[in-house]
């Protein structure tokens, strides 16, 4: 097992500022669930306790929000009849709404409408202007109005001058502008890639970084004019120059730094990670670094670009009416609970780089087998024995039947998890975790305690000895599985008595046996079950 590397701490874990041109969906929850469990798991390394509303928290800094700057906000506020500000603080409400539905535990949600963020993009302009980066000058381009980006020529010939993302038609515009010298950071940026194997995950994002390096970095224009046209007043102004608004994507990456740039905060700068889809990696690969070295500050040590929900293998987009929606969201948690559709959407998701289909028939197998047939059953086997044999207290365990096996197992699963946790392979970590409920399946089926326990003077130890270790090897896996479940590990914990201990480290909780440790004598109660199994022939809800 490699060395572990020093504690990661404070850490920074971001998502994306999402668009409030429209309500939420899955891509977004997704998103900021990666970010949710990716902050829970560095708070259970940290011993972190809970953090009260309003204060600053010690260890780990969650943050997510909403973009509202963009022009096609003006538009669908137009299209409904009210002002862009009307219709951004309806949808950012959404977005709150949608993250505390899914149990998303960020410490702030900013919205760069914000005072707070309006005012340090104004800071952070100037600071560039005083540095020497930004000039006025001529744009000629190709605009995707869907996605409010310039492309380059060879780009927009590659894409058959219409959006890669979503086929409308590019338009030619020009534009004077204020552009920042991005390609005075080649240079720095190619070494800074050199340098740093991990800064882009996974790896087939990070080649595809380094061939559009290749060919070489332009300046981009940052501002966009201000005209007659009610769309182009909407957003944040030069400063000094009220006749060019600062591009909403500059705008938007400037949220990472603003929140946390406060004598109060300002220990959580670097960013640990920045989770975004791949949609969005050039933006956070390339330019966002680029303006951070020309503001002279650190670089986030990773950027982690997962790939797309799809439906029956096709993009999910307003035009089909495909997307997996809120509501559709509400209907699976309220059926098979939320914890259920977290574990789903985390285990089965597009972490990697590859586009993961969102599957009724996927969610009942995984459902079933992990969860109903897999903790579920686990959790109340044991409890279940330990109230008919031992009137539902802990039974001592003697050394009449010994066996090492879990003290070894606990203590390669651990490590394993962390590892993989810190890596951001969630899907290696609860593997790691589900491996030890699978074990304690495999010891009760070898012991058969059931069978033993038909002549408990003859068996009583050796049937006390069984049970305590498979439950202690199960509170193990349920604080493994918690930053992923948080509700039904607690509802283990409540039945076994044994809530994490306030303060106590992941690896402190996590030792078999250890001072953290369910204890001979305490209750353990059957507790209601977890996950009632599903029929694989039922209907998808809602
Ligand atoms: N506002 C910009 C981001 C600025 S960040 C400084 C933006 N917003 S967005 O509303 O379009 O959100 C894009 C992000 O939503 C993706 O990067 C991803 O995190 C999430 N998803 C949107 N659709 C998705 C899927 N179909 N699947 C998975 N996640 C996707 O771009």
New binding site residues.
Partial sequence: MPTPSPAPFPTYIT?????VNDRPH???C??TLLGDVTARFYRLLAGATPTPPGALPKDVFFLTGT?EHADKVVTSAAAHNVTPIQWADKNAAEFKKAFAFMNCSNDDFIRTTEDRHKTKVLEYIRELQKRGDIYLGDYVGWFDESQEEYLTETAAKEANFVSPVTGKPLVKKTEKNYFFKLSAYEAKLKAHFEKNSDFVLPEARRNEVLGRLRTGLQDIPISRAVTADPTSQWGIKMPDDQSHRIYVWID??F?YLSVVDTPDRKVFWPPTVHF??K??LWFHAVIWPALLMALDRDLPKAVYS?A??VRDGRK?SKSLGNFVTIEVLEAYAQKYSLDALRWYLITQG?QGATDADFSHSKFIEVFNADLANGIGNCVSRVGNMIDKYFGGSLPESSSVWTDTRWESTCADVVPTYIDSARALDLGAAFEAASSLIKDVDDLISETKPFTLAKDMAANGPQVANILAFCAEALRIASVLLSPAMPEKMAQIWQSWNCPPTPGASLEELCIFRGPHSLKPGQKVSKGEVLFMRADAAEAPPA
């Avoid at 998502?15 to 668009?19: M, V």
Wanted: glycine residues 4%; aromatic residues 22%.
């Fill in positions: 998502t994306p500022i999402y668009y899955i891509g977004h997704y998103t973009d938007a990456l949220n975004i889809a949609d969005i997962h797309y929900w999910m597009p």
